[in-house]
Structure formats: C-alpha cells, structure tokens
C-alpha cells in the first residue's frame, strides 16, 4: 500500500470516529446550545424589563400637580385620622409628619417608599370627602345598608371611632355640581387590579384614595387627560407588578409606555382584577426580582 493511499485510509478513519464523536454527544451539544442560547435571551429581556421599569416607576418617583395643603390637620381635627394610630401605621417622615399635623402647600409627590403614606392619607380624603360617588354610586344605591362592610369603610381603622360616621360628610374639597359630574365620569373609567371595580365603587383603600386624586385634580380644572395620566402614576406605584408586564404587553405590540392612553389603560380590559390577569397570561413569565405593593388594609 502506498503512502498516500494510508495516509487518505487514516483521514477517513479519524473522520468516521470524529462523526460517530459527534453524533453520540449531539444531545449534548444541542442542550449546551440551548442554554446559553436561553440564558442569553433572559438577559435580553431582564435588560428590556429594567428600561421599561424605568420609565413606569422611576426611581425620582412622581409628582402630581396638587397639594396637600391644610387637609391633614383638617382630617386630624374633623376625627378621621387618629394621629397616634396614623403614626403607628406608617412610619413618618419629618416632612410627612408635617403634611399630617400641620399641613404644608406641598405637591402630592409618589416614590417607592412613600406609597403607604400617599395610599393612606389620600384614602382618609376620598372617605370623609362629599361625592356624587356615594350618592349616586353602588355605595349609595345598592349596597347602602352593608357601607360599612367594605373594605374602604371597615378597613378604615385609622380613624376616632367607627369610619362610617365619616364617609361622605365633609366638604374638604370644594366642589361644585359640574365638578362633581365629572369626577363621577372619571371615576366610572378608573380601574385597580386588586378588585373588578372601577372608582365609582371604591370599596377598596385604593378605590378611596384614587377618587381622592380625581377630586383633587378636578377641583384644579385639570383636563381628563392629565387626570388619567396622574391617575396611572399612583396606580403604578400602588400594583407595580401589574404595570410593568402591561408595559411588557404594550411594548411587545410596538407601543412605547410614554405613548400608551393612560385612559385605555386605566380602563377593565387593563385594570381590572380580571383585566389585569388576563395580561399577565398573555406576556407569560417574567424576572421580577420582587413583587411589591399596598395591600388593602391600613
């Protein structure tokens, strides 16, 4: 035998163990691929998630164009806040102190650490404060003789006594008819995740605290969109989760969360409990590296 006829003897002889190699370790192989491949694309999206985490709670939080004013002494002085209990359920800044017992002509700021305090005070506004909401809303209508049942009303444990005595009482905000009209049409599109409801049955500590807001913006003149637009602010704050895989959602169809319609969104096809759930089915999984949030209860 020649030597160029070994030497192409033993090239086909290492080619067939370097196949038979292969194709006993492709399985291998593949699954290696696929992770890195898999590993790859999670980092993709947790850098994607960050940006869009950014955008909907950004660590500056927001601010809102209204003030608190002199409402917290108000609300100290009328028995629907228990200052001591009030304290003893939300851990105080000096500044927070001071909007509570004092009252400042500070704008209603959101952030990560201060949703509770934002959440609770608000929600002691929107109980104690005069609306067309318990007039004319379920509160007021069919579930008038069990008001007191509900989780914004019961759940209220911050006050001087039983919180019933003070649901739609006070003329905190002035409002007048027309005004009034229209925080009920707001409140009719205004959505929260924790419950089916919209604003105009605000039976939860949100509900009260998100027609707080509307009451607050409409006593200023704003237009309906800049009160959608605040409204989604605090509502991402208060169900950050949820907002972020709507931002997902929205992104995934090409739309950007700073072009999304604050009213669409905030509406029952997005904010709903049921809404809301439904979304999180269709964009899946993701790496949340927390779940945070108010819950219902002061």
């Known amino acids: 035998m020649t030597k160029g006829r070994i030497l192409l003897l033993i090239a086909f002889i290492t080619l067939g163990f370097s196949g038979l190699f292969l194709g006993m370790n492709m399985g291998k192989i593949t699954k290696k691929f696929e992770e890195k491949k898999a590993a790859k694309q999670n980092e993709q999206e947790k850098a994607g998630l960050e940006k869009l985490a950014i955008e909907v709670l950004p660590k500056e939080g927001f601010t809102l164009p209204v003030s608190w004013g002199d409402i917290g002494p108000k609300l100290i002085e009328l028995g629907v806040v228990d200052e001591a209990k009030f304290e003893q359920a939300v851990r105080l800044t000096d500044e927070q102190k001071e909007i509570l017992t004092k ?14 305090f934002v959440v609770d005070l608000l929600w002691a506004i929107g109980l104690a404060q005069k609306s067309i909401v318990y007039d004319e809303g379920p509160m007021g209508k069919e579930y008038k003789k069990d008001v007191g049942n509900f989780a914004s009303t019961g759940g209220w444990t911050l006050a001087k006594g039983d919180a019933v005595k003070y649901l739609n009482r ?7 008819d027309e005004q009034q009209k229209r925080v009920g049409e707001i409140a009719k599109n205004v959505y929260r995740p924790c419950c089916g409801n919209s604003t105009w049955f605000p039976d939860c500590n949100h509900g009260m ?4 807001a509307i ?3 409409v006593a200023k003149d704003l237009s309906d969109e800049e009160i959608y637009d605040n409204i989604l602010k605090l509502n991402s704050f208060w169900f950050p989760d949820t907002y972020l895989t709507t931002a997902v959602y929205f992104d995934r169809q090409g739309t950007s969360w700073n072009k ?3 009213k669409e969104v905030l509406g029952e096809k997005f904010s709903s409990g049921q809404g809301a ?5 269709k964009v899946g999984p993701l790496p949340f590296s927390e779940v945070i949030g108010g819950s219902c209860g002061a």
Not at 103 to 108: I, L, N, P, R, W
């Open 260 to 262: 999304v319609d604050a």
């Open 215 to 217: 009451e607050l913006m």
């Open 277 to 281: 759930a439904e979304i999180t089915k």
């Open 209 to 212: 605290a998100a027609l707080a």
């Open 170 to 176: 006070f003329d905190l905000i002035p409002l007048t």
């Open 103 to 116: 009252g400042k002509d500070a704008q209603v700021k959101i952030d990560s650490q201060n949703s509770q």
